[in-house]
């Protein structure tokens, strides 16, 4: 398996998710979209953002060295 891109995709549907990892790239579900967490957890999602600010602190968190 290839190593993961450093660039993010940001979704709110399982679709975005899916095909975030078809092209070998994370993805963060958002919650102030159309999906749910649930739908979004279940499509694989690398982590979950309720709102635009929780986005900084969970790149920072899954920094890639």
Same mark, same amino acid.
């Given at each position: 398996?290839?190593?993961?891109?450093?660039?993010?995709?940001?979704?709110?549907?399982?679709?975005?998710?899916?095909?975030?990892?078809?092209?070998?790239?994370?993805?963060?579900?958002?919650?102030?979209?159309?999906?749910?967490?649930?739908?979004?957890?279940? &499509?694989? &999602? &690398?982590?979950?953002?309720?709102?635009?600010?929780?986005?900084?602190?969970?790149?920072?968190?899954?920094?890639?060295?």
């Amino acid at each position: 398996q290839q190593p993961l891109n450093t660039a993010w995709m940001i979704g709110d549907r399982h679709h975005d998710v899916e095909g975030a990892i078809r092209h070998n790239l994370r993805c963060i579900g958002v919650t102030w979209g159309y999906g749910t967490p649930d739908e979004l957890c279940k &499509a694989g &999602a &690398a982590a979950i953002a309720h709102q635009p600010q929780d986005l900084l602190s969970i790149l920072q968190t899954h920094a890639v060295n």
